[in-house]
Every structure is written in C-alpha cells, then in structure tokens.
C-alpha cells in the first residue's frame, strides 16, 4: 500500500548474474536460450503493472518448454537468495529500498525477505526479475505466498507502480468502553475507480490489517494515558484535544495513511475521549 523506489537493475542482467555460474552445460544452455523471454515477458510486466493489469499476465508451467518451473525457482532460491549466489547483490540491494526497512504491504513490520507479487511457482519467467521482487515482513510474504490475480480488483496495489498516498484511504473510530479502542477501515475515494477502491479495500483485509492496527493503537493509548491525564488536570478537554491534535498533524507531516496519524486525528475529534475516555478502569 506503501510507495518504494523502483530498482534500478535491469532483468536480463539480474537473469544473467543469477546464471553466470552454472556448471552444467546443458543446464546453462537451456537457461540461455530463455534469456530473450524472460526479457520479453518482464517488459511485458513493468507495462502490465503500470496499467494496473498484473491480472492479464498468464501462469505458466515452465518457460518455453525448455527449463521447469523447478529449475527456475532453484535460480531464485540458490542463486539469488542463496547467501553466495552470484546474483545475491541484487537481492540485498532490492531489500534495502523500503523506507526505514519496513514492509511496504503494512507499513509496520520490518522487511525480512523477499516476496514475488507474481508468485515463482505460478510465473517462473518472472522468479529473478527485479520489478517482481519487493522488500517484505515474513508475514505479509506467508499471507501472499501463492496469490495470483485472475480479475482487476484482485491486483495487489504494487509499491513501485501503484501510488495511493495522494488520498486518504485509512480510516478509524473509537469505541467507547471501559478502555478506550480504535477501529480501523478503509475508505473509499470518488476521484479512484471502483477497482483501486476494491483493491484498496481488499488488501486491507487479506492482510489482517485492521487487527494489526487495532492492536497497536491499544498500546499507543495506553502509553499516552498518563500525560494526557496530566494534561488534562490542568488544562481540561481543550488540552488533551490540543496535545492530541499536534500528535496527528506531527504524523502527518510524515504520512497521513500511517495507523499513528489515523489513531491520533481519530482521537482528537471524539468528544468522550478527550473529556476523560482516556483514562480506562
Ligand atoms: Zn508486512
């Protein structure tokens, strides 16, 4: 849901790295003769994702009959992944790109792995190409694992080619209780189409996103319960709503879409909270 830098590496030359090494003659001259299409097919796959339209790229059982899906997830696994691989450079760069180290699919965990928007195993074409390859938490990357699209709305929004920030897409509201908490959805927007609204929506719930939120913001509260107490023994609502609105706009500043700039806004405008709902049993 988070933008990230495309990487700069091209995909014949991450294929070619990845299969400089290969001892086996035959082997080697299979995989060569694949070099052309896996060009092909990953420029065919920076357009598809450009154009939101992942979902028209076809799954297939090997690469031209002439190297199996197996051979070319053990180019990944061994090669690229693999701590000596020849193409493991190229990993590890693509790894670094995501702000802060943190998964662009929550915005919250750190990145850990690797993970393919087209899964390997599904698009073995696709299993080195850079613009597949996307800097992930563990699980965000267990939650995609084998997830193909097969219509619009089932795109997960790309961090290099799809660009949501431009619009408030997170939501929340309290619940009132004995302790206080916050519930996160998301929201549409008129200026999208209904399918970036759907995939929005649906990628916010395959992820588990609104749990994930939900629980942080319970900590957050918590952890704020004593200076806005302070707070407001001294100086009323009217200071807690003032505290807790320069917290939001603070957030804000960085990203408005965060669960921190969403849970603070949130927060500030309800009436109950501010007027003591903070405080909890
Ligand atoms: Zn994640």
């Known amino acids: 849901m988070w933008c990230v830098d495309r990487p700069t590496f091209a995909a014949d030359d991450s294929f070619a790295a990845c299969i400089s090494r290969v001892h086996n003659r035959p082997l080697k001259r299979r995989l060569m003769a694949i070099a052309d299409q896996v060009k092909t097919e990953s420029d ?7 154009s939101a339209a992942l979902h028209l790229i076809a799954q297939t059982d090997g690469v031209s009959g002439l190297v199996t899906t197996d051979e070319m997830v053990k180019v990944y696994d061994q090669r690229m992944a693999g701590k000596k691989g020849p193409g493991r450079h190229i990993y590890d760069a693509i790894k670094l790109l995501p702000k802060h180290g943190i998964c662009p699919f929550c915005d919250h965990r750190p990145v850990s792995t690797l993970d393919h928007v087209l899964p390997k195993r599904l698009f073995p074409t696709l299993a080195v190409t850079p613009d597949n390859l996307v800097g992930a938490c563990a699980d965000c990357n267990k939650t995609k694992l084998s997830f193909a699209p097969s219509a619009p709305e089932e795109v997960f929004l790309h961090p290099y080619f799809d660009d949501v920030e431009d619009q408030q897409w ?15 959805r998301t929201q549409a927007n008129a200026s999208w189409s209904n399918d970036l609204n759907e995939r929005v929506r649906r990628q916010f719930r395959t992820l588990g996103l609104a749990q994930l939120y939900g629980a942080q913001a319970a900590r957050e509260i918590s952890d704020q319960a ?23 706009e603070t957030r804000e500043a960085v990203r408005s879409n965060s669960w921190q ?5 949130t927060l500030s405008e309800n009436d109950w909270f501010c007027d003591g709902g903070f405080r909890g049993v």
């Open 226 to 248: 004593h200076l806005l107490g302070v707070i407001y023994d001294s100086r009323g609502s009217d200071g807690v709503r003032e505290e807790l609105t320069r917290q939001a």
């Open 170 to 184: 997170l939501a929340a509201k309290v619940v009132q209780g004995p302790v206080a908490a916050i519930v996160f």
């Open 261 to 265: 700039a969403v849970t603070y806004r």
């Open 44 to 50: 065919l796959y920076a357009r598809r994702a450009s």
